[in-house]
């Protein structure tokens, strides 16, 4: 059986995992999606918060309700990619061996590396929307 491993069950990862389950032989392959959260923000719905258009409900959802059946889900950060042994370590120590990787860790901010952005009056005059409490807050 051929082994598949998604690392990140973002919009990416999760449109790969339900796009490659739905094409690949179940009974040849093996499909593991890997992210270190449970819950799904729908970041482009962000945006719409101010508006009172969407609310935080509309834009959070558990991850697993968008993943297909007979899939392996795990929530766990990843210690390590092994590429020469074609394995991946998560932070427990447990090892999950793929043949074929995808890689959509997708991107984080990180406004802290933007001098003076964090500080006193951030989310209070300083507010962003590409997370939830940014838009929330503004």
Do not use: C
């Not at 998604?6 to 919009?11: H, R, S, W």
């Amino acid at each position: 059986m051929k082994r598949l491993v998604i690392l990140g069950a973002g919009t990416a990862g999760t449109m790969m995992l339900n796009k490659l389950s739905r094409v690949l032989n179940k009974s040849e392959w093996h499909i593991t999606i890997i992210d270190e959260s449970e819950t799904h923000y729908y970041q482009p719905g962000f945006l719409f918060i101010p508006f009172d258009i969407y609310s935080k409900s509309d834009v959070v959802k558990p991850k697993k309700k968008y993943f297909p059946s007979g899939i392996t889900s795990i929530i766990s950060q990843v210690k390590k990619i092994e590429p020469d042994h074609n394995r991946i370590l998560l932070n427990d120590e447990s090892v999950v061996p793929y043949d074929f990787l995808i890689v959509a860790s997708g991107a984080r901010i990180v406004p802290e590396q933007t001098e003076g952005l964090k500080d006193i009056l951030w989310h209070k005059n300083i507010f962003d929307f590409y997370t939830i409490e940014g838009a929330l807050s503004l």
